[in-house]
């Protein structure tokens, strides 16, 4: 039985010894790391939501003492006049934008992804640049465009008499909105697409279905959860919007939940923070809710994952001449979307004023970013963002990529509510971040608070909470694409949880890291809701110096800003771009 | 080097059970391989010995210290066991060289640096590939990838080494070599290794001895020679080599004979057995392919056992010839050097050549579709 | 909006540093001396914006050398209040000095004891007699409230809202949804509208003809640009602050008028807070923007200075050209007064009610 | 049904040329199979012939319909060329039914309802699925998927079938059966039928001829017995079924043998020989396991071609053992019955079971190094 029929073993090598980890209070070091991960983010994503809990059944202000819990909040809520309205708009605004911004990313995903299209790459970018303008420039841009008096608006009515649209109503914000939203929903199909079989494509075709039907029988079906995700994720982003609400909606009298809380909140002639709790808890429902609907949708997702055989070469269909369709379609959103609006802003920046009744080449002038160049506060404000946003970023995605690990990569025992935690800001809406945070800061013992209240600090604490979903949700993908092996062969070969992902691993999560990097950037320079309450005189950001501006009538400087913003923006991702091409190369 | 003894391990995944009571001890130096269709819980098995998985009940050790075990509570990670292990996947690091790889356990164990070198070479010398020690992984050819994870589980001589179908990601040609090369290096080395996979001919060829798992429950565990002459199970004999089930009733006993009136067809035949069978029992009665000798179909029916058969297709295996019969619905495998056999024959074969299973056990749904006739 | 400054350079304003005028009290010095030990540092929380302090502030630091960290927080009009009122609630509050223009806040803020430091300005005999609005609140600057239109398409300036009201009338289809003002449902809105209300309670006549064609914004800024846009032809209750940039700019296309039945003019109210941490330096600052040199520096912010003796000029807004434009008996100003929440819900129910919406 | 014919198929993509020339006739109702390791260019043939790639050259032509004629410029699209392909991950659409799945190409097709129903039974039937068609896909085992898929492929009887791998993702055990079922299918529908695989042993049992290719160039068309027992090339011989190779030098020819001093041990060896070799020449010599005869070492040498040998290891494979032996420096395989056999042996072929190659041919890099003994 034993087969060792030649006798020629070499000396057999004496086993090094397992390596040694030492503990604290008994318990492996990465379990200290895990939970210190959790209690991280419990705090950090509760600390806005109790107070807010608190502040909707408190019969006063939190600041005022001897508050009494009550229902009377609720109450007043729901009898307040014009509040069903603002429940039902709210609800069609939402619902058209979720509409649109499917009709306008799916097609536009598989055109790019899944066709020969010409031009296919430049569009593949383009398709997402309006996510790198924040829906408050976007509106702005939209304005001078296609409002009632916008340059588009004023040439139409010329040419026929009269303007087919009206940018302020519900459909008008929503398209707006949608525009906006679009790459998200894009970059979610997107990637599903370049993930999919390509042979479900080619089957498909060999059993004689042309390319149009391969489309619809094959290829869309099988993009409902990304459809789905993306629409839950559109559907609460819209709900919590306050930009397009406030420019398009406020004049005309179509009020939403956003501009509701703003105008209670903020404006109003004796701000009721009751009521303004109880809506903020009203809006954590239905965004939970929609999670919860969203789980349920994709509960057997089997149903669109194909069984993968060897990598097959994805191969794009040959559309003839209805590709041509699809590039005037894009063409059309790119452009009359996202680069006339923000041509205009740019061009805008340069004037004096900005009408069609006079030719704004008269006006042309520099004293807008003389202005915002000129006064320390506003520079600071510009410096502020870089900061927020750059330290920011740095920060949100470490700790995003830690949460991957935890939740993704580790035996810990409540890695799916870190996860949750992770996700969690994505329902709580901006406004209520803010506000939330601001009494948290408030009650931090032994005046901890007053350091960071009103400082950068508080800023990026307010704005990283908004970013770790996308930073999560960045990383996750790329980190489930390294095989469990990978650590697993790590572990064996001794390496302990801890060290599996420093030293051994540590290289291959730099891409997705730097990749959550760019995205959380962005997506933290142009955010500012947070802010609105967060924010004081020595740390003004870009987007609450733009409002402020804005209130006091220096539109010009308002684009100004706009445009600065927009150029950082395109020059960090355009750097970013290069890095990690570079990375991926190596 | 100890021996890995594995005592009433038990896994569930949340509700379901994956493993059910194993119990077997690997002796020193032994090539030991757990054998079983896809889901049987080979993985998990290796994965509760290497520390990935923590098992919901039973003892693990090797030599005297302690891995698992459930009644103590004592637990060891994975670092702690100082185990070698190849992937299905090799599992190389792709951002480093092969030396960085094999480097990395002996970085953790904080190896002096020329001692570092002297195993690094030494290990890849093993496995044959000194020459590329400063090549990336993704420049290596798949069965180069393999034999690279092969050095860096042994560089830092762990005490047990630990392999997860590391062939099956080889083309079907390389396998057969790799397959041979390993059992060389593996009996060179005498390290006790622990095998998976779900290839039975890569199990009989390689092994010392086969444990055969299915749904969680280990079923036999022997020599690759006791397996296949002698499966404990009608399900192992269906899973090592080819055979064929064919279902009957006890008509009687003669001695250490039973007489069974086989389903299919409706001949009788004599099958040596020493499980108690009484008259009237559903039986199966194995019978490998080779076992059977063809002749025509009208011979003295005394002889031996016949079964009177047509000959459906034919194919060529390589030396010898496999064909598909029919008897009665059913499909029946037959090996043979001839040829030019067709139209009707008859299969011969020694009472003492076919197995007996008490139960009417059946090969799985699969492959009961697949080998009854619909026509 | 501080524009002004950038079009036409307004003089130098001359700064007698460390000398105040000689009707101050004899213990002034004193006051100064203590600043002096405050080390020089001011916290205001205002809705001001920093174009319309960078003046006031330079000229302070001028005058009072040793003052070099002044920090504006520029907040909401009422946050203003939430934001000290929360501070104080959970442990001491920055802020030294609060500046709004939020009546209706300050008032209700005002009405609890405690949130205001006792202080008697030197200036206040100089000064006109709503230059304090509430104990211990003073008026900074005014803001009329203008009627604002867009030069190419309405042909000759609206003299009054009675007279927009009689243009909107004759050619209603040229108007309808053409004419802005302030939603009244924001405290500002609220209290210019209803003042000019309640001084002139037969506006309503006219304002039944201007709201069902009038769309309410929120902020003064909205309001400009669009007229200027086009996309409204006037509009009324447009903050004089931020639309005299505008005009300057705009090169004749955007022109304000002073409502001749009545122009609001809202105080900025000044205030100190009780807790105060550098009090002293905070009761300097109160005295100079009050004196004539502070009247100045405001002006030059592009705010309205309304110290008599404070003469306009090219880029310097003075109270008095409104009463010359209309006449002292037409100025409406604004009173710091609490609105009893019935009160407020009828007129904004009246109000909205008439709004085309 | 017609005859498939493909000449001078050529293919490149961008600058690599995938397909040399490829030349070779199907005939009606033959199941044929295209053969070789993986990136040899079978799919992307498979592919041609399906029109999912365009051919940079050549002509492909089913019965009389012209497909592809680079010459002509004609090109027909997948849909207008009506076949059956089944794809190596099934390609079922997962977000359908089974009987959706099989319904589409017959709505495509404009088939009228009860038509469609009965096709659809007929056809699940004859992969033995009929009960399941109301499941979804990833309600079915591996083997059920693979044979709902060719069910679909076979729904709208297609005038030929395309096959690229298809038993590849079932485990071991289940793709014999899969593979024995295929065969009898295959036969009783006698539909031309083309099958890709790197599988050798599949593509012996299952086809009717074979075309070996590699690294783009067809090495040889022929019966499985053929391409066994008289591989046209070393590589063939390589590929399939193991074979080991022995390089040596020409000394002499004697009539139809050459006489050979082996590089490995030495010895002399008369072999067989129709081409023509001449003396000093490098030569391989290519020799099945199964042909050697063991014996002892000390032998009168004159009886046969015998080369002395000592045994590494054995296997077992089932009713025959395995033998790795030493010759030289060299591994070479043998097959035996014998359990018992160690120490020094000798190794006796005829000189008509071998094969000579006049190429220095040699396995693969891989194959090269697991052969040589490091020690
Ligand atoms: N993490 C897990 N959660 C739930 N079920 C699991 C998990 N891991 C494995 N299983 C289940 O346990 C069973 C055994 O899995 P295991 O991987 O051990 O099978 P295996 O024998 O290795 O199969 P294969 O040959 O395909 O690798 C399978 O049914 C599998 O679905
Ligand atoms: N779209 C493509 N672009 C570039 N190279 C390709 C493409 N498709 C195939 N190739 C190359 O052509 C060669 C043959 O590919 P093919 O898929 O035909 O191999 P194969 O014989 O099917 O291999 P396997 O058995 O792995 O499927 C491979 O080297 C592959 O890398
Ligand atoms: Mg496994
Ligand atoms: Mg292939």
């Not at chain 1, 032994?446 to 704005?463: N, P, R, S, Y």
Request: hydrophobic content about 45%; aromatic content about 10%; charged content about 15%.
């Amino acid at each position: 039985m034993p087969e060792t029929l030649t006798e020629t073993r070499p000396p057999v090598e004496p086993p090094l010894p397992a390596p040694r980890y030492r503990r604290l209070l008994g318990a492996r070091r990465e379990l200290w790391a895990q939970y210190a991960v959790l209690a991280f983010l419990a705090v950090l994503v509760l600390a806005p939501v109790v107070p807010t809990l608190i502040q909707s059944v408190l019969d006063r202000p939190l600041y005022e003492a001897g508050g009494i819990f009550t229902p009377d909040n609720y109450v007043r809520l729901f009898t307040e006049a014009g509040f069903g309205k603002v429940v039902l708009n709210t609800a069609l605004f939402a619902v058209g934008t979720t509409v649109l911004t499917l009709l306008i990313a799916v097609p536009m995903a598989v055109l790019v992804v899944r066709t020969k299209l010409p031009f296919g790459r430049v569009f593949a970018g383009a398709m997402q640049w309006p996510f790198f303008i924040s829906s408050l420039i976007l509106g702005f841009g939209w304005i001078t465009l296609y409002g009632p008096a916008g340059f588009v608006s004023t040439a139409v009515r010329d040419w026929l008499g009269f303007v087919p649209w009206n940018l302020y109503s519900i459909p008008g914000m929503a398209i707006t909105e949608a525009v906006a939203l679009a790459p998200i929903a894009y970059v979610f199909c997107a990637n599903a697409l370049r993930k999919s079989d390509a042979s479900l494509e080619s089957a498909a075709q060999v059993c004689g279905a042309r390319p149009l039907r391969v489309l619809f029988t094959v290829v869309v079906p099988m993009l409902r959860p990304p459809m789905v995700y993306s629409s839950i994720l559109v559907f609460s982003m819209s709900v919590e919007t306050l930009s397009v609400p406030l420019l398009y909606g406020q004049p005309v009298g179509i009020s939403v939940f956003s501009t509701f809380l703003y105008t209670n909140g903020l404006q109003s002639i004796d701000p009721d923070y009751g009521v303004l709790g109880a809506a903020s808890t009203l809006i954590l429902l239905v965004t939970v809710g929609l999670v919860a609907v969203q789980a349920k949708l994709l509960k057997n997702a089997q149903r669109f994952v194909s069984v993968r055989g060897k990598a097959t070469r994805p191969r794009r269909l040959e559309l003839g001449r209805l590709k041509w369709i699809g590039v005037a379609a894009i063409s059309v959103y790119v452009v009359f979307g996202a680069l006339l609006p923000i041509g205009g802003l740019v061009f805008r920046s340069f004037t004096k004023v900005f009408t069609p009744l006079q030719n704004p080449f008269q006006t042309l002038t520099t004293a807008n970013y003389d202005r915002v160049f000129g006064f320390a506060a506003y520079v600071q404000s510009i410096w502020n963002s870089l900061l927020v946003a750059g330290i920011g970023a740095l920060v949100v995605s470490f700790l995003a990529v830690l949460a991957v690990l935890v939740s993704k990569r580790s035996t810990f025992r409540h890695r799916k509510l870190v996860e949750y935690l992770a996700l969690a800001p994505q329902a709580i809406p901006g406004i209520i971040i803010g506000i939330g945070l601001f009494w948290a800061f408030a009650y931090l013992p032994f005046g901890l608070g007053g350091l960071v209240q009103g400082t950068l600090v508080a800023l990026i604490i307010g704005f990283g909470l908004r970013a770790l979903p996308s930073g999560f949700g960045s990383i996750a993908p790329s980190v489930l694409q390294l095989g469990q092996e990978l650590d697993n062969a790590a572990r064996v070969s001794g390496a302990d949880w801890v060290r599996t992902f420093t030293s051994v691993l540590g290289r291959l999560l730099t891409p997705a890291f730097a990749g959550a990097v760019i995205l959380t950037f962005v997506t933290m320079l142009k955010e500012y809701s947070p802010a609105i309450f967060l924010a004081s005189a020595d740390s003004n950001i870009i987007g609450t110096t733009m409002l402020e501006l804005w209130v006091q009538g220096n539109t010009g400087s308002v684009a100004a800003l706009a445009t600065v913003q927009i150029a950082i923006t395109a020059a960090f991702v355009g750097l970013a771009g290069l890095l990690m091409k570079g990375r991926t190369d190596a | 080097m100890p021996e890995v003894t594995v005592g009433q391990l038990h896994k569930k995944f949340g509700s379901t059970t994956v493993l059910r009571e194993i119990d077997f001890t690997i002796r020193d130096g032994e090539f030991f391989t757990l054998l079983g269709p896809s889901g049987c819980g080979k993985s998990t098995t290796l994965n509760c010995i290497a520390g990935l998985e923590r098992p919901t009940g039973g003892r693990i050790a090797v030599g005297d210290t302690v891995f698992v075990d459930s009644a103590a509570g004592t637990f060891r990670t994975p670092e702690e066991r100082n185990l070698g292990m190849v992937f299905q996947s090799y599992a190389l690091w792709p951002h480093l060289s092969i030396a960085a790889n094999l480097a990395v356990p002996l970085k953790i164990r904080k190896t002096g640096k020329e001692e570092q070198a002297r195993r690094i070479t030494e290990a890849l010398d093993k496995v044959g590939l000194a020459h590329l020690k400063d090549r990336y992984p993704h420049q290596l050819s798949g069965g180069q990838q393999q034999r690279v994870a092969l050095a860096r589980a042994l560089v830092y001589s762990p005490s047990v080494l630990l392999l997860d179908e590391p062939l099956s990601n080889l083309d079907a040609k390389l396998r057969e070599q790799a397959r041979a090369w390993l059992k060389r290096l593996q009996t060179d080395l005498g390290i006790t290794t622990v095998y998976v996979t779900h290839d039975q001919d890569e199990a009989l060829a390689l092994s010392d001895r086969i444990a055969v798992l299915s749904e969680g429950d280990l079923l036999q565990v022997g020599s690759p020679h006791e397996i296949y002459e002698r499966p404990a199970a009608a399900a192992v004999a269906a899973f090592v080599g080819r055979c064929n089930f064919l279902r009957g009733k006890v008509e009687s006993r003669d001695g250490g004979r039973a007489v069974i009136r086989l389903e299919a067809g409706g001949a009788v035949v004599r099958v040596a057995s020493d499980t108690a069978v009484t008259a009237g029992q559903e039986v199966t009665v194995a019978i490998r392919p080779e076992k059977f000798e063809v002749g025509p179909a009208n011979r003295p029916a005394d002889a031996a056992n016949l079964l009177r058969t047509q000959i459906l297709t034919r194919s060529y295996v390589g030396s010898r010839y496999e064909y598909d019969v029919r008897l009665g619905k059913q499909v029946v495998q037959v090996e043979s050097t001839e040829p030019g056999l067709s139209g009707e024959v008859g299969l011969a074969f020694a009472p003492e050549s076919a197995l007996l299973y008490p139960d009417a056990a059946l090969p799985s749904e699969d492959a009961e579709e697949l080998l009854t006739l619909q026509v | 909006g501080g524009g002004g400054a950038a079009v036409e350079q307004a003089a130098e304003n001359p700064i007698a540093v460390e000398q105040v005028p000689d009707y101050y009290p004899a213990e002034y010095a004193q006051l100064i001396a203590g600043s002096k030990a405050e080390g020089g540092t001011l916290t205001i929380y205002s809705n001001t914006d920093q174009e319309n302090w960078a003046p006031v502030f330079r000229d302070f630091q001028k005058k009072y050398p040793w003052v070099a960290d002044i920090q504006a927080n520029n907040l909401d009009s009422d946050e203003v209040f939430q934001r000290v009122l929360s501070e104080q609630a959970t442990g001491g509050s920055p802020a030294d000095i609060l500046v709004s223009n939020a009546a209706q806040a300050w008032a209700e803020y005002a009405q609890q004891p405690e949130r205001l430091l006792a202080y008697q300005s030197p200036e206040l005999s100089k000064l006109t007699d709503f230059a304090q609005v509430l104990p211990n609140v003073y008026t900074m600057a005014t803001d009329p409230m203008t009627i604002a239109y867009n030069t190419s398409l309405l042909e000759r300036a609206p003299e009054s809202l009675a007279d927009l009201a009689a243009m909107a009338r004759q050619d209603p289809a040229k108007f309808q949804d053409k004419i802005t003002t302030r939603d009244v449902n924001g405290a500002f809105g609220f209290t210019v509208s209803s003042a000019f209300t309640q001084a002139a309670p037969d506006s309503w006549a006219d304002l039944e003809t201007l709201l069902p064609m009038a769309r309410p914004e929120t902020s003064s800024g909205t309001q400009t640009e669009k007229i200027l846009a086009g996309e409204y032809v006037a509009g009324f209750f447009i903050s004089g602050a931020p639309a005299y940039p505008v005009v300057d700019n705009s090169g004749g296309l955007f022109q304000v008028a002073f409502p001749k039945d009545g122009t609001v003019v809202l105080p900025r109210g000044i205030g100190i807070t009780p807790k105060a941490p550098h009090a002293n330096t905070a009761k300097l600052f109160l005295d100079f923007v009050l004196s004539q040199e502070g009247q100045r520096a405001v002006a030059e912010g592009g705010l309205t200075a309304y110290r008599p003796d404070v003469t306009a000029a090219p880029g310097l807004r003075t109270h008095q050209e409104v009463v010359d434009a209309v006449g002292a008996e037409n100025v409406i100003v604004a009173e710091y007064q609490l609105t009893p929440e019935d009160q407020v819900k009828a007129f904004v129910g009246r109000w909205d009610g008439l709004l085309a919406r």
